[in-house]
C-alpha cells in the first residue's frame, strides 16, 4: 500500500484547482443508465471510486469511455439488471442504481453494501421510498430485490431521517421518479449542491422537476429520456480541505474551481479569517500566526456545516489558541482520526458525539494511518503544519476523494513524496 511522506513546516503558496465534485460525479454516473442516448460528462476527476463506477456501470451492460482528460461519454443502450456483490462492496455509493434500473428496467437486483467505517449508513429509506413508488422489495441472501413491473407509479414519499436527509436517497428516488407514470413528491429531500447538480442534468435529459435546490421536489415522469452533455460542479469539500491549508501560518493560497456560496456555512463559522472571494468566485487565503479563534462547531445537513470537512476543521483547531468543541450530528462516531492526531500531540478528548480540543502551538511528526476519505485529509494537513516528518499510511483512502493532492500541494511548495510499500521503512511496511 502506498503512502506519504510529508517534511512539514514548508510554506504554501500559489494558486490551486478542484477537480469535479465526486459526491456528483457518481449518481451522475449512475443516471446515464436512465436513457440509451449518449452522455458526455465532463469536469470528471481521475478518482478511484469514480473508476469503480465506471467499471461496474460497464458491467451492466453500458458502454463506458473516456472521451479526453476528465471527460467520459456513457452509452447505455441496453443494461442488465444485476449489480453483484464483487463490484458494489468496493464503494458504498453503487446503492444509486437501484434508482434508474428501476426506472428503466423495473427490476433491480443490488447487492447490499457492506459496512463503513464512520458508522452505519443503512439504506432502509432508499427502500422505503422505492416502496411508496409501488416497487416490491425483499432482501435475501446479502442482495435487495426490487420488482415494479407491475405497479411502479408516483406517490408522495418523505425521506427525513433520524440525522437529517439522505442524499443518496434523494438521488435514488429522483431517478426512479423520472420515468415513473404520474407525479411524484419528495419531502424531506437533501438539497446538496451534489442533488442540484443531478437534478439540473436530468433537466438537460428531459426530465421534468419542480423546486430543484429545496427540501421538497416534485416529479412529472415522462416516457423516455435523452442524451446530453453536462459539466460537473467543482468539489465544495476539496475547496475546504485547502482553505484548511492556507490557514495555517505563513501560507497563501488561491482556489480556483469551486462556488463558494456552496461553502456559506463554513466560510461563515471562519468569518474573522483571511478569506477573500472575488468576482470570479476564486478564494482567496491567507494564514496569520493565532489569527483563528477557538469555535464550537456542529455539523448538520446542508446547508449546513459539512459532515465532510469537521476531520480537517480538527487539525485546525489543534493548532488554534483555546477550548474548542466540534459535535458531529450527521455520524456520531466518525471521529477515528483523533486518535492518529493524539500521535501527534493534538489535545482532544471524545465526548460522545463531541470532541474537545485544546489548542496547541504545534504538532509533531509522526507515523500515522488514516481510516477514511476524509480523515487521510486532516492527517495530511497535520503533516503539512507538523515539525519534522510524518508518514500517512493507508493513502488509498485519499485517492477516492482527492485526485492528485500530492502534486496540487507540492506546486504549493508542500513537501509530500508518494511511497510505495517497498519504500517505506522497514517497521512501518510491517
Known sequence: ??????????????????????????????????????????????????????ELIEHLGADVKQAGPNKWAITAKNISSKAPYDLVRKMRASVCLMGPLIARLRYAEISIPGGCVIGQRPIDLHLRGLS?????????????????RSNLHGNHVFLGGRYGSTVTGTANILMAATLTPGITRIDSA??????????????????????????????????????????????????????????FPGNQITIRGADPSH?????????????????????????????????????????????????????????????????????PHRFMHVSELQRMGAHISIEGSSAIIVGQESLSGAPVMASDLRASAALVLAGLVAQGETIVQRIY???????????????????????????????LAS
Open 1 to 54: 500500500m502506498d503512502a506519504f511522506r510529508i517534511e512539514g513546516g514548508s510554506p504554501l503558496s500559489g494558486d490551486i484547482t478542484v477537480g469535479g465534485a465526486k459526491n456528483a460525479c457518481l449518481p451522475i454516473f449512475a443516471a446515464c443508465l436512465l436513457t440509451e442516448e449518449t452522455c458526455v460528462i465532463e469536469n470528471v476527476p481521475d478518482l478511484s471510486d469514480v473508476r469503480f463506477m465506471a
Open 132 to 148: 411508496k413508488l409501488g416497487c416490491e422489495v425483499e432482501v435475501k441472501n446479502g442482495y435487495v430485490y426490487l420488482d415494479a
Open 190 to 247: 437533501a438539497c446538496e449542491p451534489e442533488i442540484v447538480d443531478l437534478c439540473n442534468m436530468l433537466v438537460k435529459m428531459g426530465a421534468k422537476i419542480d423546486g430543484i435546490g429545496s427540501h421538497s421536489l416534485t416529479i412529472e415522469g415522462v416516457d423516455k429520456l435523452n442524451g446530453c452533455t453536462h459539466h460537473v460542479i467543482g468539489d465544495r469539500i476539496e475547496a475546504g480541505t485547502y482553505i484548511v491549508a492556507g490557514l
Open 263 to 331: 461553502l456559506s456555512a463554513f466560510i461563515h463559522s471562519l468569518e474573522e479569517a483571511d478569506i477573500k472571494i472575488d468576482s470570479d468566485n476564486n478564494i482567496h487565503v491567507t494564514g496569520h500566526a493565532w489569527r483563528i479563534k477557538s469555535k464550537e462547531i456542529i455539523t448538520l445537513p446542508y446547508p449546513g456545516f459539512p459532515t465532510d470537512l469537521q476531520a480537517q476543521m480538527a487539525t485546525l483547531l489543534a493548532v488554534t489558541p483555546g477550548i474548542s468543541i466540534i459535535t458531529e450530528r450527521i455520524y
Open 397 to 427: 483512502h485519499i485517492d477516492r476523494g482527492y485526485e492528485s493532492i500530492d502534486a496540487k500541494l507540492n506546486a504549493l511548495g508542500a513537501k509530500i513524496e508518494r511511497l510505495s510499500s517497498e519504500e517505506l521503512p522497514l517497521k
